[in-house]
């Protein structure tokens, strides 16, 4: 199905957002310099998004949309049985595609350790990863007696500080850990997958 000009505008305009993003900060961006540096007017970026925030959300719920799509074609079927080898694969090719776009998660990590900084990028990002990734999550997402609240928050920690944050910090530091060490990438990526395998994913296929 073709493309209409304004999906066009549309993606081009978080296109240059994100680059900004990533060059700039979140502070240091506005909807005035997008518009600028994607040669459209202000009006036309309110028309696709409600605010700056809006355009951060949906820049992150693109990259999360293509992880989702490129992993679901390539490793696992929809009504194949999820085993380990499939899942170190999805999860190569996750932290593959996570350091193209290494920049703007460099951008969130560092927004959310800084005193005032937006963490809710980083906990919006994880969030959104959580529920289209894990089986049942929105149902533990969504409203919940209080009873099971506490096994909700249980949840939520263990697959943010066991599964998704190792990933980010690996994403960021894998060169300059190997630099440091003198390891070869290739390696260290084969051994953090097995690392990860033997920890959390384990978890998944218990």
Known sequence: MPKTDGYKTREKILGVAEKLFSEEGFNGTSIEKIARAAGVNKGLIYYHFKDKKDLVVSILKSIISEIDQMVSRSVIEEDSEIDSEKL???????????????????????????????????????????????????????????????????????????????????VLLQEKWCDYFGCDRDKTLDYFIDSFT?????THLD
């Open 88 to 170: 170190q694969s999805k999860i190569r090719m996750e932290i593959e595609y996570c350091q193209q776009r290494k920049r703007i998660i460099s951008l969130m990590l560092m927004e959310a350790l800084k005193s005032g900084g937006e963490s809710e990028y980083l906990f919006k990002c994880a969030e959104m990863i959580m529920q289209q990734e894990m089986d049942g999550i929105k149902r533990k997402m969504g409203t919940v007696d209080a009873e099971d609240r506490e096994e909700r928050h249980r949840y939520l920690l263990h697959e943010f500080f066991t599964g998704f944050m190792p990933i980010i910090s690996f």
């Open 198 to 202: 033997r920890t959390h994913l384990n």
